[in-house]
């Protein structure tokens, strides 16, 4: 997957507030101060909701009490700020109790039942005495910025119209009044104040502030020739252009662009990701630079991504990224830990190849993660791994691919054999003495030989036994399955007999097939045994055979995913499996013989 963020757009950068006990990642994933995942809802609205520990042993109010846990909801506006509130629960013994309802609080969250979770809040500071709002009167979180005009009292005293700008930052709310004019009876002040709304409603926000401006002016509250243009000068942007904006912009004919000098461009690179939570590759280029980074996808993935960056002639950053691989969150911690292992490992051999072998390679490598993981089509007619911005500062493999083909084809005529009676028709393939024989094992490894694919990655592949019972506990015999690792390279027994097995290495990506079925694990050996001796490592695997075997067995020779639970269910020996009488197809050793002899009799047949 491929995203662009426009020019303009700032790194996007995490979100800190000293009075939250989180920081917010990117789409608001929060990540308490020991970087651990809290438990989360992100609702359509882009508000993300969360129960959270806070220490309140020092607050004035906080009594004897060392910590509460608090409903936070959080929001990132569009013109970047971050705003939050929060609302007690219930109190705690420490950061890391979980008090009754605090883990069914953030499980609700996980599953997305937001509305029971607030009820459950509420009925929770309810019974510990603290306030919290009924779910139904909670205020919706204020993102926006309001406008309104509205009469008051001047300093000295009489009737005054103003403009006032409201907004949240953080936790707290904000405003900002501009004066507009001042009157001798209230009465004027509220016809000029229905004015303006009257063309606010008719006309939108920027007429009415124009005209308000232009009051502004003609009172003298506002210079006509002030240094500052904007109406208001504090607060958020604001979504209108004033009259003195207006004015003062200079002709798009004659405004010239000063060419950025490549000192100044590295400077601004560095700038602008001081603080960002992306972090480019070193040295810094003046042109465009790059980055590999895992960020979350959302509260339940993780994606590894390569990134491009560069410079637009008005100074803002432009972004396209490509996403490399993702990585699922949606399992117990320990699990979500190994995924944050395996992502941060991967990032990491990014890291050393760019530095062992360049540029070039580690982006050939990121190309390679992301063709293998479905992320890029190897086919690609545009055989880059970036479209937008400065041209890139390397050759994908798929580009020089692409320049090969091309090469190939210079000065190679194009036949045409339409009417071409000394074209060659293909001749009838008679069979010899060297053909295998039907339904035997050479027939089938010949059949899998001879077709035609795309070269197939290899992985780390294992044959393996379970015994087999029916849903009655009564033994049926063994069952052979081959099980297929995505994320281990084929030499994995290698590396596990040199380094051992840790976290870091434990797969969570597996898939199975189960391939035959015997009266006991001696008869199962002796398959395997002769299944192997047809393997041709790196041309015929036991993941491409198996398939075709289990059909001839009498079984579906279908792929299996296996989720965590089943792959620590394989690595713990817990591998007893339930079928159904019906479904077991016992192997039959003179099976291949039997199907021989019956080719055998209908040749005989015809011959008649």
Not at 501 to 511: G, H, I, K, Q
């Amino acid at each position: 997957m491929c995203t662009t963020i426009s020019p303009g757009v700032e790194p996007p950068r995490a979100l800190h507030d000293p009075t939250l006990p989180v920081t917010l990642y990117d789409t608001l994933v929060p990540l308490d101060h020991e970087e651990q995942y809290v438990p989360n809802h992100l609702d359509a609205d882009g508000t993300v909701h969360f129960f959270a520990a806070v220490d309140v042993s020092n607050e004035p109010d906080g009594g004897d009490l060392a910590h509460e846990l608090r409903y936070f909801r959080a929001a990132q506006t569009d013109d970047g700020r971050l705003v939050h509130d929060a609302h007690p629960v219930m109190p705690l013994d420490s950061r890391g109790d979980y008090a009754f309802p605090r883990q069914t609080l953030e499980t609700m969250l996980m599953d997305g039942d937001l509305d029971n979770a607030q009820e459950l809040a509420y009925q929770t500071a309810r019974s510990h005495g603290l306030a919290f709002p009924e779910p139904e009167a909670l205020p919706a979180l204020k993102t926006g910025v309001d406008y309104a005009f509205e009469v008051g009292v001047g300093d000295d005293g009489d009737p005054a119209l103003e403009a006032v700008k409201r907004w949240r930052e953080g936790a707290h709310d904000h405003e900002v009044r501009q004066p507009i004019a001042q009157y001798g009876m209230s009465e004027e002040a509220a016809r000029d104040q229905a004015e303006l709304d009257d063309v606010r409603e008719a006309r939108g926000l920027e007429a009415a502030l124009n005209l308000a401006e232009s009051m502004a002016v003609s009172s003298g509250a506002l210079h006509d020739g002030r240094a500052d243009p904007r109406f208001f000068t504090d607060g958020p942007p604001d979504p209108f252009t004033t009259n003195a904006e207006r004015e003062r912009t200079l002709d798009g004919d004659t405004q010239r662009l000063t060419p950025v000098e490549p000192d100044a461009a590295v400077a601004t690179f560095e700038e602008r990701f001081e603080d960002s939570a992306y972090h480019l590759l070193q040295p810094v280029d003046p042109t465009v630079n790059y980055s590999f980074e895992v960020m979350p996808a959302d509260p339940w993935t993780l994606e590894l991504t390569a990134d491009k960056w560069w410079l637009e002639a008005n100074g803002h950053v432009g972004h396209e990224g490509q996403t490399l691989k993702t990585y699922s969150l949606e399992s117990y911690e320990w699990e979500r830990e190994i995924e944050r292992e395996i992502a941060a490992m991967d990032r990491e051999n990014l890291h050393r190849t760019y530095q062992d072998e360049g540029l070039e390679a580690a982006m050939r490598r990121a190309e390679g993660i992301a063709v293998a993981n479905g992320e890029l089509n190897a086919e690609r007619a545009d055989g880059r791994l970036f479209t937008d911005g400065p041209p890139d500062r390397f050759t994908t493999a798929r580009e020089a691919e692409l320049v090969e083909l091309d090469d190939t084809l210079v000065g190679e005529p194009l036949r045409d054999i339409t009417n071409d009676e000394t074209a060659e028709i293909p001749g009838v393939r008679v069979p010899d003495a060297d053909e295998p024989e039907p339904g035997s094992w050479d027939e089938l490894v010949a059949q899998q030989r001879d077709r035609v694919e795309p070269e197939r990655e290899q992985h780390y592949w294992q044959m393996h036994y379970r015994p087999v019972e029916t849903p009655e506990g009564e033994p049926l015999g063994t069952a052979l399955f081959v099980t297929e690792f995505p994320q281990l390279p084929p030499d994995f027994d290698d590396y596990i007999e040199a380094n051992g097995m840790d976290d870091s290495v434990y797969p969570t990506e597996a898939r199975t097939l189960e391939m035959a079925h015997f009266a006991n694990a001696d008869d199962a050996h002796k398959f395997e045994t002769e299944f192997r001796s047809y393997l041709v490592p790196g041309l015929l695997d036991g993941p491409e055979l198996a398939p075709e075997v289990a059909k001839l067995e009498g079984l579906s020779g279908e792929w299996e995913d296996m989720d965590y639970r089943g792959i620590v269910d394989y690595m713990s020996s817990d591998r007893t499996v339930v079928r159904e009488v019906d479904d077991w197809h016992l192997h039959n050793p003179n099976a291949e013989r039997e199907v021989q002899a019956q080719f055998e009799t209908d040749i005989s047949d015809i011959d008649r």
